[in-house]
Structure formats: C-alpha cells, structure tokens
C-alpha cells in the first residue's frame, strides 16, 4: 500500500496536481468511487501484468501466481461510464475467454480474412440495435428473388 | 427396388401397394428356424393371414397345368412354371431385397443380395436366378438368410464411398434403404477403398462410378432395351468397372432410364445434381405432353418449380421408361415463360396490359371481321377442354374453321380408327411383322419404339420401313423412300408384300406426317389395300395403325376440330393461336389479326398482336388423348406463372366478353359438354378402341405421288413450345442430334 | 500456425498409411479405359494381313455361324500376335466386325484377360510368375534382376523395344521353381512362341535376356543342366526298378 502512495506522490511531483486529476479522471479513477466494478479491476490491476491493449483502448491484463486459475485474465473497458462485453473485438476475445493462448495482437499479425467486418459492438436497446432480416424478407437488402422463372421478354423480333 | 419405383408402381392399384409393407423386417418368432418349421406345420395354410403380393404383382398362369406350388416362409403360393424363387416370394408378400435382378432386364444373379434359405439347399441360394421347383420350401427370414444378405451388404459396402451426404442417389437409394436392414454399424474394412474414374456419358446422365456396385443393370438396360451398346463392364476383379472404353457419349433416347434403375448413386441426373433432395418434393402424377404417346409421369416439384420428371408404371403405355425428351425438357416449363397478356402497339413493340384491356380488344376485333374469315388453330400441346371451348366459341361467332396442328388441313375426323393405333401400344407386343410408313418411331415416339423393339427382340419380327433414311436401333429393311413403294406392297410385287403375307399378327404404323401431305388420301389407300390384301384388319387383331406425333391431335379429331375450308388461313383476318407455333403463317394476309394464346414466347408470338398468357400442362387439369385413343389426366404441379390462366378459363372469359357466353363455368360443366362431342375423352386412363374398321372409308380416286415422304419431326429433342425453350434439350440437340 | 501444425500432423498420418497400404497389383496392363495416344486410336485403319485372314476363316468355321462371337478370344490372340503382342483399339474394332457384335463386346473381354495387352509391349515379353511357390525360390529377385539389367520398370518397354518384363500369376511349373515365359512376337503370328524358361537364377535370367537381344532363341525349359524336364537333379531317385504290376487279383490263381 505504500509503494501506491508512494507511486501517486511522485506521480503528482511530475505532472503537477492539475494534470494529476485530469489523469485520474481519464483512467476512471474518480468513476471507481460510485462503480465498485471498476474499483475491483482498479485493485485486481495492481501487480497484474498488462498484455495488450486492442484498436480501442481497452486494456487486457493477466496475473498468474496468486490469482484463482480461470480468472487470471480480464479486461478494463476503455470506456468507464458505459462498458460491456460486446466491446471485446473478435482477436481479442479469444485470449480473454481462454480459447487460445494467443493474444490479439499475435492473431492480428496473421492478417486473418475471416474478420473482413469492422468490429461493432452491440447497441441493441440503444437504437441502434442490428437486426436480422432473412433473405426473403423486404427489409433485406440483398432479397432473394422468388421468381422460379424467367419471361419471354418481347424486345426482339424476327 | 427403390421407393420411387415401388411410388410408380401404385399407378392404379393404389390401394394395394398402401397395404403391402416393404418387408424387410423379419418376424421374431420366424427368427427361430425350428419355430418358424414348426408354426408352419402347426398352422394349416388357411389359417395363414392373407398376404399380399409385393408391389402389386400379378399371376398370369398361361397354361393351368404348368402350376407348381411352392412355400414362402410355409405360405403356399401357385405359381406358373419357369418363375424364379424370387418372384414366387413376391407373389407370396415378401419382397426380398434385390440390386441387380429387374424385372424387365435380364437375369444376371451377380449382386447375391436375394440369398434366400432354400430347405435341403446345402448353401443358400440366390433366388433371383434360382428357379422354382415344385414344393420347395423357401424361407426368407431365417438367421442364415440374414447372415448371408448381412455378409453381401458388407463386401457391397467395402468398396462403395460413404458419402451420402452429397449424393444425389440419398434418400431413394437402394443400397442406403438396404443397408438400414441389412448392414453393420461398423466396418470392418481397414484397406484403402477403390476409386474408380467417372465417365462422360453426355449432358443427362452424370456418372460418379466410385458408387458403383456393378450390379450390370445400366449395362443390361442399354443393350436389351434401349438398344446402344455402348456400356460395358471392363476389367476384373476388384478393378471391374462399368464404362464404354473409348470415351463415348451415351446415344440413346431412353439414356435417362439409367438413372432410375441405377441402384446407388452412380448414374444420376446431371441436370437435376445437388438441385434438390427427394423428400423435399412432391410428387404430382400426371402425363407427359411433349409427344402422342402420353407416356404416364411423376412431376416432382418444390415450391412453384418443377425440380424433376419421373415415369409412373403403366404396362400399357410407357412400362417403366420414358424418353428423354420427358424426363429432361422440364427446365423449359421455366424459361421464356409469357406472365401478362401484351398487346402489340402502333410501334411494333408489346406492351404489357391488363386481362380486362386484352379481352376488350380481342373482342372487338373479333366482332368487326366476317365470321369465315376468323381462324382458329389449337396447338400441339392443347388439351380436350380448351380446344372444345375455342370450338365451341368460334362456332358461336359463326366460323367453322378450327383445326389442331399437326393434322393438316384435310384431316379425316369421321372414323376413329383412321387416325388413332388400333393396335395399341401394349398389342404391338403381339405383332410379328412390322411396316412402317413414313414414320421413324425413334424419334416420333421413342416409347413406342421401345416397344417395337423389345417385340422385334423377342420374336424375330421383319420389319420394313418406307420413308427418309432413317435411323433405327433393331433390324429392319429400308424399303423405299416414297409412296410408290406402298403401291407394290399393295400389288404384291415387292419383296416385303410375301413377309407381311406369312405373318399371323401384321402391323402397318403409317406416321402422321403423312397428314401434311397433299396424297395424303390416295397413301392411305393404298395402305388401305396393303391391309386388306395381307388380312391386317380382323375381327380379333387390328394391326392397321396411325402413330400421331403431338399430344393434342387425337383429342383434336375425336373433338372434330376440322376446318371448313383447307385455304382458311389464306383468307383468314383473325386468327386464334392456341399456343399453335408450327403452323405454317407465311400465306396468312398481313392486315390479318392475330391473338396468341399461349405459355411460351415462342414461333406464333413474333405474329401475334395480342398475347393471351396461358398455363402449362404442369400447371392445369386436362385431358389428353394419347395415339393408341387412351385419355388420361394431367394435374396441376406448380402454380401458373405471373397473370397465365387456363386455357379454357381464358376462352371462356373472351367469350363472356364478346357478348357470346359459354354455357359452362366449370371443368366439370365443360367436361359435361365434352362428354356430348366425345365421351370417350371421359373414359380417363381406359383405351378405348375404335368401333369402326378403316374398310368404311370411301373410295379414292388420288393417285400416289412420287414425292418422297420427309422426316415428320427433325430434332427429336425440340419438337414444340416447351422443349425449344429447353437450355437442356438445346445442349442434347446440340451433342447427340440424330 | 495450428493449420501448418495440422498439416504436417496429416502427412504424418498419409505417409504412414502409405507405407503400410500395398501398392495396387498392377496387372499387365492397368487402365480399364482407353486413353487417346498417337499410336492407338480408334480411327487408325487395322485390318488382319493376308495370311492371317485365311486363320480367321478357319477359327470362325470352329463355331457355329450363329455363334460367332464365340471366336472372340482366338481372334484377339491372333490380333494381338499380328500387332506385335499388344491390342490396340482398332484391333479390338476389326476383331468386332468380323464377329459381328458391338466392340464394347470385345473391350469387355480384352480387359477381363490380362493376357491381352492393351499398351504396347516389347519384342520379347518377359513374364515373371509372382505366385508363391516361385516367390519362395526367389522370383523377386529374378525380376529386380531383370529390371535392373534392361533399366526399366515393371510393365515399360526398353527404349530399343525389344523387352518388356511383366508379372504373372501361376503357370504350372512349380517344380521347377521360379519360372518366367518369354512370348515372343518378334516374328508375327508366324514366329510365334510362348516358353517356358524354368530353373531360374538372377544370373542365369539375365543371360537368356542377352541371348534374346542377340537374336538367339534359348533354349525352353529347365536352366538347370543338371535336370531332364522336371526330374530331380541328378536323374531319378525313385522307380528305378521295373514298375510293379497292379495289384490285381489274379484271377487265374484264384480259380
């Protein structure tokens, strides 16, 4: 505990009392007070190692040794105020879930084809929820014709 | 025998192949080989439950002394001499399970699946090729019957790929159904499988001969029926394979059969591949149109699409085939298809409008021009009930000039037996010297070929032929190319007149080509006199035939749709095209109006002012006569395309619109009226025969030209509206033309 | 990664199945399907020669007229003797017409035999029996022996087309263990010869094949100057003596 004050001190010394806050702020640490989430990811964070941080900002993090194995890895959400899971991209997702020991910057070193679409996370009950159309339906814009055949079509003549 | 065969075969003993259960099952107490003795023994055989015969099959006993009584599984069954084992247990009500035996081929007795336990057989015996001998005592669900079909199934399956999945074959496939009675749930087959090269046997049939089992029926089928002996089995042992050596494509019209009795997955529908699985469709059975001899089919469609044609048994028409041209031309039913009534505007160009604007305009028209003037022309694929109502319709207007085409402008509707096959299909069979006169049956009516060869096979008939070189798959003699040579026939001074003399059951097959020629009166004289002379027309044989060529022209003359003047079109102003295409245009004037009342965008539209969309066979309930005078019944499949309606309902509407309603409203009221023309196009699926002979027809004084007869159908793959539109037909047309 | 790894993991699995599996037999000739080359195609004319039309007579008058196609196999043979040991497809083709039945008739019974050969083959085909009781004298050794001296492979023709070396099965001669036959087309249908060279050792077939090159004919039969036929080396052993009579009842004496 005291290296952390230790650690805040010198920190403050260096940036001087306005950046400090305005840090403190950013890193959500002034959040932690009314969300006991982040709190919790706040102190897990100490000691832990950093991994990885993906195209958004989240940071991913893993501490082996005392840790209960299978909650060894987490995340913090870039974002402090509305965070959820869906904001994990798929390279990332992997390694958080313990599917494969390969971190997300590892896999996107392979250049994978097979996440050609940009990374969204869900907005559903947001407005901007995605839903599905089936290829029938009108709303699809790529709906399939059921025409089963084709018409005589009268332009040419003999 | 696979579930789409048993399917077809409940053509009209629908009934009995619904209480026949496909047997594969055996009874547990018949498991024990002493109970089963003894239940036999215990159980007097009339106290055995009635069974009955597999598929419908049928006893035909020629000679009542020639019956010997054999037991299946200690069920008595009498059956005539000669039969196979197998075939006494189908009397019997078992169906033993089979992959290279066929009814209708030879036996080869080489897949060993009908292993059946014969009592006091050291071994058990293969009841396909086994006759059966008085008083034997078969057993059919003993432990050693399985074990063996169980050891066969095993080695069948060695070497045949487990990929069921992405075959074609799954889910009527023989082999699979079987595998589910008789196979392990493991292998024991540590090798490498067998691979075997595929063939190209043309753009029907799509082979994958890793699946074979070389059961030699495709082999057997194209030499014994279809008659191209292209397929054979090469090599030996574990490399035997079926093939045709050199790479040859598969010449025949009936190759699409291949298809149907392959009993795994090696030869299927190319056409048809990976389109669809055979439970998703349904089955529609109706009857083919695209040529006279209404050969009896299963149109299996999905949704609004037909995905597949099929054949239907039917012993008197089509047995178990059909041609190509049937079973292949359905992907035209989908292409070029006329959806909106148009009419043709002042620049020449269609536009589409609604049913009320078309009718309007029809009507009026109509109603300007002189009633001799108006024409009517059903076309070849018309059925009974809109040819009557255009009949009917035109007369009401005052004109009298309605003819189907195909039959020529003189047709002679007044005798029946002059223009339909008083022999029958089936009564070819009998027949024992054929002459054919200016028809090529192979490409006219590939079914009826079938049949004049399966009858030259067996009997040794002589066949002589009149007409363009031609080309025929059984021996025959090219006697002549023109009419002249009837004329010796009749005189007696030809060669041939002495073998149609000697034959008991003679057949005369004159084509309906004939119909379009200008002699055609004094051609049918003289064959007239052949039949006389040769005694071809008695009391208890007919053999005086007319092979029509489209599906409408029977119902057309039985209807009477004959025109008042053979110049009609010449003078004509309006005429009606009933999805008429081939009939000849040229003379028509050019201020004459012209209402195209068809399915396809084809030959008649391009005159047309006004298009009348209309349904096709698959999409509507008709009656059509075949050539031999059998009416049959098409149904609806799929749902009509955009705005098309029936043709009658479309004829019936004009009619309302002209001011000249007709008294009928429904199929059942205009069948009604039918039955007053032509009752015999009611008597659906019976043939009726003509009453009387050719010997009433009036004397003429024409005489024979030298001209000489021309082939009546030059693609035997495009002959109308339907089949044009073919992609499939245009690609056979294209590699196997004839 | 996983994917090289798995990939590597598979060829593992393939080459062990492979090593394992055995190759197929390759009889004498091994497609069962006719492949287009410049030397064999349907429409290269083949007709039987003059003296060997006057064999097709007298082979068709064995049968009955009816019957024809039952001279399928003589005639293939005396094609295949006329066309230097092989049966192209024009052969099979002119073999049908004389028949008179459909040539997939004929390719049916020139796949099934392996004696037919149906790709080209050398002068003097070499035929190496591969059935056990030769295989236990070592006929494997006489035939990589054979190879290694004409440099060619099972079933290819040595460039100067005179040898072809091929493996069959039993022929009978397994006392005099291992054997090979020599068919010998170097003259036609007339120089025909079909023998027997038995007794084998690699060295010994090595010599018959140089004696072939050097347009002798060896002489057939055991290699082994120490046999007559297939008697035991070193003259009989056994029934030296008078054979005894059969043991018949004598019925003189029983009398």
């Known amino acids: 505990m005291a290296s952390v004050v230790r650690s805040i001190f010198q920190s403050i010394k260096e940036k001087g009392i306005g950046n400090f806050i305005k840090e403190l702020k950013q890193e959500g640490y002034v959040r932690c007070l009314a969300d006991g989430n982040l709190l919790q990811t706040k102190i897990h964070n100490i000691g832990a190692t950093l991994v990885g941080v993906d195209k958004f900002g989240n940071k991913y993090y893993e501490k082996l040794g005392d840790t209960q194995y299978g909650r060894h890895r987490w995340v913090e959400y870039a974002q402090k105020n509305r965070y959820n899971a869906s904001q994990v991209p798929a390279e990332w997702h992997g390694w958080l879930h313990h599917v494969t020991d390969h971190t997300g910057d590892e896999l996107l070193l392979l250049k994978p084809k097979r996440y050609g679409l940009e990374h969204k996370e869900n907005f559903s009950g947001e407005g901007d929820a995605y839903i599905y159309h089936s290829k029938g339906h009108t709303l699809n814009p790529g709906q399939r014709d059921w025409t089963r055949y084709q018409t005589w079509q009268p332009t040419k003549k003999e | 025998m696979g579930l789409g065969l048993l399917a077809s075969r409940a053509l009209r003993s629908s009934r009995i192949i619904r209480n026949s259960t496909r047997t594969i099952v055996s009874t547990p107490e018949l498991k024990n080989a002493d109970a089963a003795a003894a239940a036999a023994a215990a159980d007097a055989p009339s106290d055995l439950p009635k069974r009955n015969p597999v598929g419908g099959a049928r006893v035909h006993i020629p000679n009542p002394d020639d019956v010997i009584e054999v037991f299946v599984d200690g069920y008595p069954v009498k059956i005539p001499k000669g039969m196979t084992v197998l075939q006494a247990c189908e009397i019997a009500g078992v169906d033993i399970p089979r992959f290279c035996y066929h009814s209708r081929l030879s036996i080869a007795g080489n897949c060993r699946m009908c292993l059946v336990e014969v009592e006091k057989s050291p071994k058990p015996v293969a009841s396909c090729a086994m006759p059966a001998l008085p008083g034997m005592k078969i057993k059919t669900d003993t432990p050693i019957a399985k074990k063996a079909r169980e050891g066969v199934m095993e080695f069948l399956l060695m070497n045949h790929p487990l990929d069921c999945p992405i075959c074609d074959q799954g889910g009527e496939c023989d082999l699979q159904d079987q595998s589910m009675a008789f196979g392990s749930d493991r292998g024991r087959f540590t090798e490498m499988k067998r691979s075997v090269v595929d063939k190209n046997l043309g753009p029907l049939v799509k082979t994958v001969m890793t699946r074979c089992i070389q059961c030699t029926r495709c082999v057997r089928f194209a030499s014994e029926v279809a008659g191209v002996e292209d397929l054979g089995m090469l090599g030996r042992g574990s490399g035997e394979e079926i093939g045709t050596y050199v790479e040859k494509l598969m010449t025949s019209e009936l190759s699409g059969n291949v298809i149907d009795i392959c009993p795994v997955g090696a030869l299927t529908s190319k056409p048809f591949a990976f389109k669809a699985r055979n439970w998703e469709l349904k089955g529609t059975e109706s009857i083919d149109v695209t040529d006279a001899v209404g050969s009896n089919i299963r149109i299996d469609s999905r949704g609004p699409e037909v995905m597949r044609v099929v054949p239907r048994l039917n012993e008197d028409i089509n047995e178990e085939w059909i041609s190509d041209k049937t079973r292949f031309f359905y992907d035209g039913l989908k292409r070029q298809r006329l959806n909106d009534p148009m009419i043709r505007g002042a620049d020449g160009r269609f536009q589409a409008v609604s049913w009320r604007d078309a009718l309007a305009i029809v009507a009026e028209v109509m109603h300007q021009i002189k009633p001799e003037e108006i024409v009517g022309v059903a076309g070849k694929l018309s059925d009974a009930e809109s040819m009557m109502a255009l009949k009917d319709l035109l007369n009401k207007m005052g004109s009298n000039n309605i003819f189907c085409e195909g039959n020529g402008m003189r047709p002679n509707?007044?005798?029946?037996?002059?223009?339909?096959?008083?022999?029958?299909?089936?009564?070819?069979?009998?027949?024992?010297?054929?002459?054919?006169?200016?028809?090529?049956?192979?490409?006219?009516?590939?079914?009826?070929?079938?049949?004049?060869?399966?009858?030259?096979?067996?009997?040794?008939?002589k066949v002589g032929y009149v007409g363009p070189a031609a080309d025929f798959n059984y021996d025959h003699e090219h006697l002549g190319t023109d009419p002249q040579t009837l004329v010796e026939i009749a005189k007696g001074s030809h060669p041939f007149s002495s073998a149609l003399k000697n034959a008991k059951n003679p057949v005369i097959i004159v084509g309906a080509g004939v119909f379009d020629r200008d002699d055609k009166d004094a051609v049918f004289a003289a064959v007239d006199t052949i039949a006389k002379n040769n005694n071809v027309v008695r009391p208890d044989w007919n053999g005086l035939n007319v092979l029509l060529l489209n599906a409408a022209q029977a119902a057309a003359l039985d209807l009477g749709l004959v025109p008042e003047s053979d110049k009609c079109i010449d003078s004509a102003k309006f005429v009606y095209l009933m999805g008429a295409d081939d009939v000849n245009l040229d003379k028509l004037p050019d201020d004459a109006f012209v209402v195209y009342q068809g399915h396809h965008g084809d030959r008649g539209v391009y005159r047309a002012n006004v298009i009348l969309p209309a349904s096709a066979f698959t999409e509507k309930e008709g009656i059509y006569e075949n050539t031999e005078g059998c009416a049959q019944i098409t149904l609806p499949a799929v749902p009509t395309v955009g705005d098309a309606r029936d043709d009658w309902k479309i004829v019936r509407a004009l009619s309302e619109v002209a001011g000249v309603g007709l008294p009928y409203d429904s199929l059942g009221a205009i069948r009604s009226r039918i039955k007053t023309v032509a009752p015999n196009l009611l008597e659906v699926d019976e043939r009726q025969p003509a009453t009387f002979s050719t010997s009433l027809r009036p004397e003429v004084s024409q005489k024979v030209s030298a001209t000489p007869f021309t082939p009546a159908v030059e693609n035997f793959y495009m002959t109308d509206a339907i089949t044009r539109a073919s992609k499939i037909m245009a690609q056979c047309s294209a590699l196997l033309k004839k | 990664m996983f994917g090289r790894l798995a990939a590597q993991r598979l060829n593992e699995i393939r080459t062990a199945i492979r090593r394992t599996t055995q190759a197929s037999r390759s009889f004498s000739t091994a497609l069962n399907y006719h492949i287009d080359t410049p030397d064999n195609k349907p429409d290269l004319p083949w007709e039987f020669n003059n003296a060997n039309k006057e064999k097709v007579k007298e082979i068709l008058s064995f049968y009955p007229s009816n019957y024809k196609q039952s001279a399928v196999i003589p005639l293939l043979d005396l094609a295949q003797q006329q066309n230097g040991g092989w049966l192209p497809v024009s052969a099979m083709n002119a073999v049908a017409k004389v028949i008179e039945v459909a040539p997939i008739r004929v390719y049916e019974v020139a796949t099934f035999y392996t004696m037919f050969n149906r790709t080209k083959v050398g002068k003097y085909h070499l035929l190496v029996c591969g059935t056990t009781p030769c295989m236990i004298r070592g006929s494997r050794g006489i035939e990589e022996a054979i190879l290694k001296h004409l440099g060619v492979k099972r079933n290819e023709v040595t460039k100067d087309g005179l040898f072809s070396v091929g493996e069959m099965e039993c022929m009978g001669c397994c006392v005099n263990a291992p054997m090979m036959t020599v068919a010998d087309y170097s003259n036609g249908s007339e120089g025909y010869a079909y023998n027997y060279y038995e007794d084998l050792t690699p060295k010994k077939a090595v010599e018959i094949v140089e004696a072939f090159r050097k347009g002798e004919k060896p002489p057939r039969g055991t290699q082994n100057p120490g046999r007559v036929n297939c008697g035991p080396e070193g003259g009989n052993t056994t029934l030296l003596g008078e054979p005894k009579a059969p043991p018949c009842r004598d019925l003189d004496a029983a009398e």
């Not at chain 2, 029946?416 to 200016?438: C, H, P, Q, W």
């Open chain 2, 413 to 461: 509707a007044d005798l029946r037996s002059g223009y339909i096959m008083n022999t029958s299909i089936s009564g070819l069979e009998k027949a024992d010297a054929f002459l054919l006169v200016g028809t090529q049956p192979r490409v006219e009516a590939a079914m009826v070929n079938a049949r004049i060869r399966k009858t030259v096979k067996a009997t040794n008939a």
